[in-house]
């Protein structure tokens, strides 16, 4: 990222918020029409709660949104991708095959690689946030200006207990919520090397993605808020 972004010098005035999402989901039992308002309320809540950032929306629907909601998004973000696919997110999008993390990683590699074609995007911080959250009443976006954020991540923690045995045993694992996260512009290279790694270990052992960022991502560099 030292090509793109550097502290020293022409900081914007002005935050990154990827929305990550699929309308035409083929997971869970939400109606298309309820998943897109979803997707409109989160965007929404960026307009409300961070004020002059830029947004970006990736749709990750195997079969693209139709037009109508694209004539309505497009307006409300900066830049609007909707993903091309191969055979592998065809198939990550597939519901049988519960690779819902996976598919999430690739939409995030996806999401980084638009950023670097788009470098007038990347703001101070850049947040990502899923398609169907919206920011809090309770979301103070200054919180993220204290110097000791810069060259870190930020995420929400979740401890879960976890077993593979009938609860015969039991062990206690680290989540990091993936509904909003965030972190330094300086951090996107580490980031964005981290994932195929992240994916392959996510492939291995059908670990979610909340868990596998727990693995991979140096604890030193992360902020629990």
Request: glycine letters at 4%; aromatic letters at 12%; proline letters at 5%.
């Amino acid at each position: 990222m030292n090509d793109l972004w550097n502290w020293n010098r022409n900081i914007p005035d002005f935050n990154t918020f990827i929305i990550i999402g699929t309308v035409n989901s083929l997971y869970g039992n939400l109606s298309h029409d309820l998943r897109f308002q979803h997707t409109v309320e989160a965007i929404d809540s960026v307009h409300r709660k961070a004020p002059g950032s830029k947004i970006l929306y990736v749709d990750n629907s195997s079969i693209p949104i139709k037009q109508e909601w694209v004539d309505i998004i497009t307006p409300k973000v900066d830049l609007f991708r909707q993903m091309p696919h191969n055979l592998f997110s065809m198939i990550a999008n597939l519901p049988a095959l519960e690779q819902k993390s996976q598919s999430e990683f690739n939409m995030l590699d996806y999401a980084f690689n638009v950023l670097r074609q788009n470098p007038q995007m990347i703001g101070k911080r850049i947040f990502k946030q899923s398609g169907r959250y919206a920011l809090q009443d309770t979301f103070d976006l200054s919180q993220y200006d204290d110097p000791t954020f810069k060259g870190k991540y930020t995420f929400v923690p979740k401890l879960h207990w976890l077993t593979h045995d009938g609860w015969v045993t039991q062990r206690k694992v680290l989540f990091l919520e993936q509904a909003l996260m965030s972190f330094d512009p300086v951090l996107l290279d580490d980031l964005q090397a981290l994932l195929p790694g992240m994916l392959n270990f996510s492939l291995k052992t059908n670990l979610c993605i909340e868990e596998v960022m727990g693995h991979f991502i140096d604890r030193d560099k992360v902020i629990l808020l």
